[in-house]
């Protein structure tokens, strides 16, 4: 699969924090019949910002020459101030947004028929980022995923080098890196089943990007 097949001069556009959120939306799309490799007018280029607040500068340029746009951002503190901090940048554009992040996933239409779409990891009310959304999707029979927190936990207590604010990160990876094939990249997980495409939290941002693009 490759996502070079959707041209960056595509007049729809996703814009993302990094590779992994790519990759994780490239391989969940496609569990819920997505064809990346032939795919349709809709689809949008997804474009790998390499941070949020390059994301956050290549949303007004985009916005002027895409028709339908959507952005994925971490929320890493709080909810409220990430959505407070989107809204200022885009006053004046034309879009309507809500005073609050919709739990749905936002859309907006300008008046010329434009489409804007936010999406906020984990899922529009908590803060977090891309590996809380994840978690979202470990099956929830996992025998694993319970004793993954005690060890990240005990991990730090002994010393381990990570920040307290990335310790879902290493969660996350810690729990990859016990499965029958360890460490799977994101994407290459999702496309493996060792994350739940179905779960509740995959379905809402699907349905959210259908929202946008289709």
Known sequence: MTAAKVKPNAPHRLIVEGRDDQWSIIELTAKHGW???????????????????????????????????????????????????????????????????????????????????????PDNQNPGKLEDFLALLVPPDDPCWAWSQESTMRASQLGAGFAQTDFIKARIHTWLAWQEEPALPFGTAIRGATFAHDADAARRFVAWMERLFV
């Open 35 to 121: 064809d990346w490799d032939n795919p349709g007018p809709h689809y949008p280029y997804i474009d790998d910002a390499k941070g949020d607040t390059l994301a956050l500068e290549a949303l007004p340029v985009t916005l002027r020459s895409c028709r339908r746009v959507g952005i994925v951002l971490d929320a890493d503190l709080a909810v409220g101030d990430r959505w407070q901090s989107l809204c200022d940048r885009l006053t004046g554009s034309g879009f309507p947004l809500p005073d609050l992040p919709d739990p749905a996933g936002a859309v907006a239409a300008a008046a010329d028929g434009r489409r804007l779409g936010v999406w906020l990891m």
